[in-house]
């Protein structure tokens, strides 16, 4: 019992991540760099061709596929973009933990193609896309979840709700469990 209190001493809550994230002065804007070949933004920037041209951008995140307003489909993009789409929805209840590793996976992909560039969008590109992104700093780049949040807040105004919030620490402290338990070994 005492190693579980110890244990959960270390770790952050959701209130910690939420005075991290309001510590962000930044506009909202409609895209952003916020990693070395990935962007964040919203549905208009996502739909809007020549735009993705201008940035570079090689695949799209979609992650409110076939949500009101952004629908998009790999016909959309044509030959140029790589498409992926993940119906999430920002909600209390929605689990978008399901989709921390395929999404991570994609953009760690797009990454490794030539000239890779990706936008991870939702509708506004606050909440689903910036938990995705930071899912992937976590996960490919090995990032702690308070270091990769504080890395985009400096970079773009994100708000992940609650409940993504609570299942990156999920995340977290999975991610920590398996690290710990490859160091024994």
């Given at each position: ?89 920002d ?20 990454l ?9 969008h ?29 890395n985009l ?33």
């Amino acid at each position: 019992m005492s190693s579980v209190k110890e244990e959960s001493k270390q770790y952050m809550t959701v209130k910690d991540l939420q005075k991290v994230l309001d510590s962000c002065n930044l506009q909202l804007h409609q895209v952003d760099e916020v990693w070395p070949n990935i962007y964040v933004g919203n549905v208009h920037v996502a739909q809007n061709r020549s735009a993705l041209q201008k940035l570079g951008i090689t695949h799209v995140l979609n992650a409110a596929h076939s949500k009101r307003g952004s629908i998009g489909d790999q016909r959309f993009y044509g030959n140029d973009i790589v498409y992926c789409g993940i119906p999430a929805d920002d909600s209390t209840y929605f689990d978008i933990d399901v989709y921390f590793k395929p999404a991570a996976d994609f953009i760690h992909k797009a990454l490794k193609s030539p000239d890779g560039k990706v936008l991870v969008h939702c509708i506004m590109g606050l909440s689903r896309s910036s938990t995705l992104v930071l899912a992937y700093l976590m996960i490919h780049r090995h990032l702690p979840l308070r270091r990769a949040l504080k890395n985009l807040v400096e970079k773009r105004a994100i708000y992940p709700n609650r409940n993504f919030l609570a299942l990156l620490l999920d995340l977290d402290l999975q991610l920590k469990r398996k690290e710990r338990a490859c160091d024994i070994l």
